[in-house]
């Protein structure tokens, strides 16, 4: 009779489930459970994703594009002015707007010939292609409001939306 309790008797897993589970299948779980709950955490509290809809953030930013805003980059810093944020749609809270901040608090704002004017120094913005002449009138903000844009100023001023905002609206920036 031979002895069943030797090297013969254990019966080795198929190699499939030891590249899937490994050899200690609690460690594996542990795992598991890290990355399900760090990859809840990252992407319903961190991150917020966005897909671009329509054609305001061109070339920047193209439509159907999908993106994220880190809802903590604010937290020790306030938005600088060419930071892309996102921003809460005052009647949908589910909807974010994709906008390049151009004014910052306590500044007076105004757009002369297409050209942004911040306390009446030209804003550098090489982000931009062919813009239009278009026309703001000086508008002095608040210690709470920024001015947001779209970088797709080739459109008629009319057919964009764009303007003041309060920093409550800011959700975060845009990852890239």
């Not at 319903?44 to 966005?50: E, F, G, Q, R, S």
């Not at 151009?102 to 090489?126: H, N, Q, Y």
């Not at 709470?144 to 009319?158: A, F, L, S």
């Amino acid at each position: 009779m031979e002895n069943l309790n030797g090297p013969a008797a254990q019966v080795s897993k198929p190699l499939w489930l030891n590249v899937l589970i490994g050899k200690n299948p609690q460690l594996t779980l542990v795992r598991l459970v890290v990355l399900v709950v760090t990859s809840f955490v990252l992407f319903k509290v961190v991150l917020a994703p966005i897909r671009v809809t329509g054609i305001s953030m061109q070339p920047t930013y193209q439509d159907g594009q999908i993106n994220f805003v880190n809802r903590f980059a604010y937290l020790s810093r306030s938005p600088s002015r060419g930071d892309v944020v996102g921003i809460k749609a005052a009647d949908q809270l589910q909807i974010l707007y994709l906008k390049r901040v151009i004014g910052l608090p306590g500044e007076t704002v105004a757009i002369r010939s297409g050209t942004v004017f911040a306390d009446g120094k030209a804003v550098g913005e090489p982000y931009l292609k062919n813009p239009k002449p278009w026309r703001i009138e000086p508008t002095r903000l608040q210690m709470d409001e920024y001015v947001v844009i779209g970088d797709n100023r080739t459109m008629d001023q009319e057919n964009h939306t764009f303007g003041k905002i309060r920093r409550s609206e800011i959700v975060g920036r845009i990852l890239w």
